[in-house]
């Protein structure tokens, strides 16, 4: 590095920057490059008091504080000067309190929010940007009295439980608000925060509508109201669309402030084809106002587009030799060489199979040997845990030996978030993931390796593309972040025309299903989406249905819940003992009546849309009278996830295959597809009921344990944290079984106890 040139070109964009020639994060994007060069040179006093100025100057003070946090510098400035003095001045103006200070575009972010005054804003901006973070922030300045945040995941949903709990800085709302995470409220506090998933925000709603009213609302991943958009390694058209919109709908449905947030999002593409006013639309009608930070990368990428030349020059620490053509054999040199220089990297795969994705390139990278030297013995315990409750010849167990992470939809969540933190610790070399890595997932890597330009089957968007790229690098521990594209098209996607987001409930033009007829104002409606909707109306008059019914479940169609309630109308005296047969075995002994079930499956399936689970109960078998969902939910009800597996192992598989398979059961069908479909049934028998024998809905004994059973692994309050929290198996029959809680916490290996350690400060909170 020549740091006079360096010093000279940075020192001339500033001078840019303030005679107006270049932009504020065109400078940023300078400062962080001279950072980036300077961080492991010889650095003296004036060369801290110029660094200082520097990263003030830029609006991010924060990079001056990484060269002490991350790259070992004493940069305590001894004595003063004028510069130095007014860019500490203009520092301690981004304090919000003595430990937590903002770069000076949250800070803006911050200051438009106001008392007395409607505050609704959509921010855009890049994933280094620091979106949550200002929440926190907006809500001490503003004082609200009630508050929900809504996350994509479970696991972002624990992650901000476990930093409120366990985190000093956000001690404010641990000792302000009652915090609460389950739907199932039984008591408030004078200030309450709710943090949720779209779908358990939903369901909140339908039980406690009227018992408070929101001040402030923050939605995270709001890109998710546009299926186009939705991010999945599946190649199925993803549902979650409709729980977000709802989710959005509630949020706004009083006088509320509100902050909606996404990453790279770009609206007003009017010259494009693909534009599409609607998302225009829902601002405009909703009186959210746009704040668009998209170009403000506050960790720089640098990318490489790898093609078939043997050599290439990524920056000074980094110049790649391959001595083969073949992808794979590439991937491994490119790694080889990234682990000579002491860093790790994540690799991104379209799909997480063994022919080209994830679990296949694990296979090759072991097969390789290149990490055959890796010392796991930190983490042995995990090993040994997965070992014995697994098997020791899963890929994942295999991949953890040689400091190979293995991420993607179908591993179990708290296995998940262990191999993310260990990751992050320095403890993995490498980490392997599909489009998992992009939702809300926090990791620390200097180098992203794109193994494809598709996710799935489907072609990624420029918004996939930059979402994936901003995974390179991360604020607080990188200055830049390498994107090192091997043999796609990946660069071209990232360089492509953004296509608009979409609001399907403002666009006169989009199909509606019928959820979204009753969602929609009627001038976004055409000529046939009025008569469907008159026509639903109608029926469920007929019928002298209570609108309270339609209310529940809402991701569930009006019509839908009509032919189930006709259906279980018309039940036989057989049929109904069957049922209540079913439901006196689940609350006696957490199983199912196999015969019961097969009535309320046969009840349930000319409404089931989602291809597989309508497979799973329709399908026999050759022998069998009951289908196979019955067989696997028994199996899971007994055995619970290692249950589970076995009974797929009975079936001939693979481990690896056996864990898929259990894996793609439990988290994609059980605990949304089967909850959802059940959950209505439930629903729509007690009204039955209740009619019928003149008692109250809520004292009609229904399957409702079971629905807690599917969606939290869970029937405790305690159990259903845990079960959030992501524990193993054990550590869950602890909370779910008071009175065998000393023998199964004997039970504990090493690992589990760790865990329980964790959890019991986010229980006892």
Same mark, same amino acid.
């Given at each position: 590095m020549d740091r006079i040139e360096e010093t000279s070109n940075v020192l001339r964009q500033i001078n840019n920057y303030k005679n107006g020639r270049i932009e504020d994060f065109i400078l940023i994007k300078h400062v962080c490059n001279y950072f980036d060069k300077i961080k492991d040179q010889d650095l003296k006093q004036t060369d801290y008091k110029f660094l200082i100025y520097l990263a003030n100057i830029s609006g991010v003070p924060h990079f001056f504080d990484i060269l002490n946090s991350r790259f070992n510098h004493d940069s305590n400035i001894e004595d003063f000067d004028l510069n130095t003095f007014s860019s500490l001045l203009y520092e301690s103006t981004l304090h919000t309190d003595s430990e937590n200070k903002l770069h000076k575009y949250q800070s803006k972010i911050l200051g438009n929010f106001e008392r007395n005054r409607l505050n609704r804003y959509f921010l855009s901006a890049s994933t280094s940007f620091g979106k949550t973070h200002i929440v926190y922030e907006i809500l001490k300045k503003m004082e609200y009295k009630n508050v929900v945040l809504i996350f994509p995941t479970i696991a972002l949903l624990s992650e901000n439980l476990e930093r409120i709990i366990a985190n000093p800085n956000y001690?404010?709302?641990?000792?302000?608000?009652?915090?609460?995470?389950?739907?199932?409220?039984?008591?408030?506090?004078?200030?309450?925060?709710?943090i949720y998933t779209p779908e358990r925000f939903l369901s909140y709603y339908e039980k406690h509508e009227y018992d408070l009213e929101f001040d402030f609302s923050f939605?995270?991943?709001?890109?998710?109201?546009?299926?186009?958009?939705?991010?999945?390694?599946?190649?199925?058209?993803?549902?979650?669309?409709?729980?977000?919109?709802?989710?959005?709908?509630? &949020?706004?449905?009083?006088? &509320?402030? &509100?902050?909606?947030?996404?990453?790279?999002?770009?609206?007003?593409?009017?010259?494009?084809?693909?534009?599409?006013?609607?998302?225009?639309f829902f601002l405009e009608k909703n009186n959210i106002e746009l704040i668009d930070y998209n170009n403000y990368e506050i960790v720089n990428k640098s990318y490489s587009n790898i093609k078939s030349s043997r050599s290439y020059k990524i920056d000074v620490n980094l110049n790649l030799q391959f001595t083969s053509n073949n992808k794979t054999q590439r991937l491994i040199q490119t790694l080889n060489q990234i682990n000579t220089i002491n860093q790790n990297a994540i690799v991104y795969c379209a799909n997480r199979g063994k022919n080209g994705g994830v679990e296949g390139y694990a296979l090759s990278i072991i097969e390789s040997k290149i990490y055959s030297n890796h010392n796991h013995s930190n983490y042995q315990d995990l090993i040994d845990h997965i070992s014995s409750n697994?098997?020791?010849?899963?890929?994942?167990?295999?991949?953890?030996?040689?400091?190979?992470?293995?991420?993607?939809?179908?591993?179990?969540?708290?296995?998940?978030?262990?191999?993310?933190?260990?990751?992050?610790?320095?403890?993995?070399?490498?980490?392997?993931?599909?489009?998992?890595?992009?939702?809300?997932?926090?990791?620390?890597?200097?180098?992203?390796?794109?193994?494809?330009?598709?996710?799935?089957?489907?072609?990624?968007?420029?918004?996939?593309?930059?979402?994936?790229a901003g995974r390179a690098g991360r604020f607080g521990y990188h200055y830049s972040g390498r994107v090192i594209v091997l043999k796609n098209d990946f660069?071209?996607?990232?360089?492509?025309?953004?296509?608009?987001?979409?609001?399907?409930?403002?666009?006169?033009?989009?199909?509606?299903?019928?959820?979204?007829?009753?969602?929609?104002?009627?001038?976004?409606?055409?000529?046939?989406?009025?008569?469907?909707?008159?026509?639903?109306?109608?029926?469920?008059?007929?019928?002298?249905?209570?609108?309270?019914?339609?209310?529940?479940?809402?991701?569930?169609?009006?019509?839908?819940?009509?032919?189930?309630?006709?259906?279980?109308?018309?039940?036989?005296?057989?049929?109904?003992?069957?049922?209540?047969?079913?439901?006196?075995?689940?609350?006696?002994?957490?199983?199912?009546?196999?015969?019961?079930?097969?009535?309320?499956?046969?009840?349930?399936?000319?409404?089931?849309?989602?291809?597989?689970?309508?497979?799973?109960?329709?399908?026999?078998?050759?022998? &069998?009278?009951?289908?196979?969902?019955?067989?696997?939910?028994?199996?899971?009800?007994?055995?619970?996830?290692?249950?589970?597996?076995?009974?797929?192992l009975s079936r001939g598989n693979h481990i690896d295959k056996a864990i898929t398979e259990t894996s793609k059961f439990v988290y994609n069908t059980l605990k949304y597809q089967v909850v959802k479909y059940l959950g209505v049934f439930n629903l729509m028998y007690k009204y039955v009921i209740s009619t019928r024998t003149n008692i109250k809905m809520e004292d009609v004994k229904g399957i409702d344990k079971l629905l807690l059973k599917f969606e939290y692994n869970a029937v405790t309050d305690e159990g259903r944290i845990a079960s959030d929290y992501g524990v193993p198996a054990t550590i869950l029959k602890y909370y779910e079984s008071p009175e065998n809680r000393n023998t199964i916490k004997n039970s504990f290996d090493n690992f589990e106890n760790n865990i329980f350690n964790k959890i019991e400060s986010v229980i006892n909170r």
């Open positions: 001690s404010y709302f641990k000792e302000n608000y009652k915090i609460h995470t389950l739907s199932e409220v039984d008591e408030f506090g004078e200030q309450n925060l709710f939605v995270d991943e709001i890109y998710k109201i546009d299926n186009d958009y939705i991010i999945d390694e599946e190649t199925k058209e993803n549902e979650r669309d409709v729980a977000y919109r709802l989710a959005v709908f509630y &949020s706004l449905s009083n006088n &509320s402030d &509100s902050l909606l947030a996404g990453p790279y999002l770009e609206f007003h593409v009017k010259d494009s084809n693909s534009y599409n006013s609607s998302f225009d697994f098997s020791q010849d899963w890929v994942l167990v295999k991949g953890l030996k040689n400091g190979i992470g293995i991420h993607h939809g179908l591993i179990p969540k708290y296995l998940q978030k262990e191999i993310i933190s260990l990751f992050n610790e320095g403890l993995l070399n490498v980490l392997i993931s599909t489009t998992t890595i992009t939702e809300g997932v926090n990791t620390s890597a200097k180098n992203l390796i794109v193994m494809h330009n598709k996710k799935g089957n489907k072609d990624l968007k420029k918004f996939d593309a930059k979402n994936i660069m071209e996607t990232i360089d492509s025309q953004a296509d608009g987001i979409k609001h399907k409930n403002y666009d006169p033009e989009s199909p509606k299903d019928e959820i979204d007829l009753f969602y929609s104002e009627d001038v976004f409606l055409n000529q046939n989406d009025r008569l469907k909707k008159q026509t639903i109306i109608t029926e469920q008059r007929l019928r002298n249905l209570p609108e309270s019914l339609f209310s529940m479940y809402k991701v569930v169609s009006r019509m839908d819940k009509i032919k189930l309630y006709d259906s279980i109308s018309e039940y036989s005296e057989t049929e109904f003992e069957l049922i209540k047969r079913l439901i006196r075995i689940i609350n006696f002994r957490m199983d199912i009546d196999y015969d019961g079930f097969q009535v309320l499956l046969k009840t349930i399936k000319p409404i089931v849309k989602n291809k597989n689970l309508k497979f799973l109960i329709e399908y026999t078998g050759e022998t &069998s009278e009951y289908s196979m969902l019955t067989n696997l939910i028994h199996f899971y009800l007994n055995g619970g996830f290692k249950g589970s597996i076995s009974y797929n």
